[in-house]
């Protein structure tokens, strides 16, 4: 079994640490996906990983932008795992 596999068996999620334009992109995917989805299980799975690129994304544009990271007063990018709903 590869690796890949093994992750989805068990339900882990990695997200890549790509670019931000990346990460946005495959939010939007996600999100274009859901608008045409009408199976709940599959709308559960495309809402997490919308949510989930866009927290890795917004991670990434405040580790890269160092007047935005945290430790300045800034609250982190990353708030929360589950997703909204």
């Not at 989805?8 to 990460?23: C, F, M, Q």
């Not at 919308?50 to 990353?78: K, M």
Request: positive net charge.
């Amino acid at each position: 079994m590869a690796v890949a596999d093994l992750r989805i068996a068990i339900g882990v999620v990695v997200l890549e640490w790509r670019s931000a334009t990346y990460h946005r992109a495959a939010a939007a995917r996600a999100r274009r996906l859901l608008s045409e989805t009408t199976t709940r299980g599959l709308k559960e799975h495309l809402t997490q990983a919308a949510v989930g690129h866009e927290q890795v994304a917004a991670a990434i544009e405040t580790a890269s932008d160092p007047t935005r990271a945290e430790g300045r007063g800034e609250p982190s990018a990353i708030t929360s795992t589950k997703p909204p709903g």
